[in-house]
C-alpha cells in the first residue's frame, strides 16, 4: 500500500523567497509521484509528474521536483515566491497507472508581501 | 482543451435526502474516480469505475453507489444524507495505459455538497 507524509500543513514565506514544500512516500513498488496545486474553490490542477527517467522534473508556473529513491523524498521546489502561487498544494502516489492514487494531507502555502 | 465536467457545481440538501452528481471525462478518457473533500481535508478516494466496471473501491458509504455508463460518464448516488456528507465532491478521469498515459488524474472543479 502505498502513502504520503507532507510536513508543515501551512508554509509561509515572503515574496521572492525560495518555496520548499516536503513529500515523503512511501510504496511498495517503484512509485509514480505527483504534484497537484489547488486554488480556493477549484479543482485539483498538475504541477509536475514522476513517472521514470530524469529524477529532476519541471512543472509549471516554475515549480520542480526532485524524485530521489534513497530518502522516498519528491520535494517540490520554487526558486522566487509569487503571491498568485499562494493556494494549497498536494503530493500524491500511486502504484499502477492511477490505481491505488494516494493524496498527502496538503500544504497551505502563504506569500507574504 | 476538454475538461472534465461536473454537474451540479453546488448543490443544497436536506438531512435524509438523496442527490446526484454528475461527472463527464475528457474524451477518450475510460477510467473515472470520485473524490470526497472535507473542509481543510485531503480528497478521500471513493470508488473508481474502467471500461464502465468498478475497479477500485475506497471509504465510500454503504449510502453512496456509482456507475459508468456506456458513453463512459458516470453518476454518485448519494441516500439518507447526512450532515457529514457536506464536502466537495471531485471527480476525474484518466487514459488507459495502453494509450501510452503515465497515470495522472484530470480533476474537475468540483461540486460543492451542503447538506442542512
Known amino acids: 500500500a502505498q502513502s504520503v507524509t507532507q510536513l508543515g500543513s501551512h508554509v509561509s514565506v515572503s515574496e521572492g523567497a525560495l518555496v520548499l514544500l516536503r513529500c515523503n512516500y512511501s510504496s511498495s513498488v517503484p512509485p509514480y509521484l505527483f504534484w497537484y496545486v489547488q486554488y480556493p474553490n477549484q479543482g485539483l490542477q498538475l504541477l509536475l509528474k514522476?513517472?521514470?527517467?530524469?529524477?529532476l522534473v519541471k512543472g509549471i508556473n516554475g515549480f520542480e521536483a526532485e524524485f530521489k529513491k534513497s530518502e522516498t523524498s519528491f520535494h517540490l521546489t520554487k526558486p522566487s515566491a509569487h503571491m498568485s502561487d499562494a493556494a494549497e498544494y498536494f503530493c500524491?502516489?500511486?502504484?499502477?497507472?492511477?490505481?491505488?492514487?494516494?493524496f498527502g494531507p496538503g500544504t497551505r502555502l502563504s506569500v507574504l508581501p | 482543451a476538454a475538461g472534465v465536467i461536473q454537474s451540479p457545481r453546488h448543490l443544497i440538501k436536506e438531512k435524509r435526502e438523496t442527490a446526484t452528481l454528475k461527472c463527464y471525462p475528457i474524451?477518450?478518457?475510460?477510467?473515472v474516480y470520485w473524490y470526497q473533500q472535507g473542509p481543510g481535508q485531503d480528497p478521500q478516494f471513493l470508488i473508481s469505475?474502467?471500461?464502465?466496471?468498478?475497479?477500485d473501491k475506497g471509504s465510500i458509504p454503504d449510502r453512496f453507489s456509482a456507475q459508468q455508463f456506456s458513453d463512459y460518464h458516470s453518476e454518485l448516488n448519494m441516500s439518507s444524507l447526512e450532515l457529514g456528507d457536506s464536502a466537495l465532491y471531485f471527480c476525474?478521469?484518466?487514459?488507459?495505459?495502453?494509450?501510452?498515459?503515465?497515470?495522472?488524474?484530470?480533476f474537475g472543479e468540483g461540486s460543492r455538497l451542503t447538506v442542512l
Open positions: 514522476y513517472t521514470t527517467g530524469a529524477t
Open positions: 474524451p477518450r478518457h475510460d477510467t
Open positions: 476525474a478521469s484518466s487514459l488507459d495505459p495502453g494509450q501510452g498515459a503515465t497515470g495522472e488524474l484530470f
Open positions: 469505475f474502467y471500461e464502465k466496471m468498478q475497479s
Open positions: 500524491a502516489v500511486s502504484a499502477v497507472y492511477g490505481q491505488n492514487f494516494v
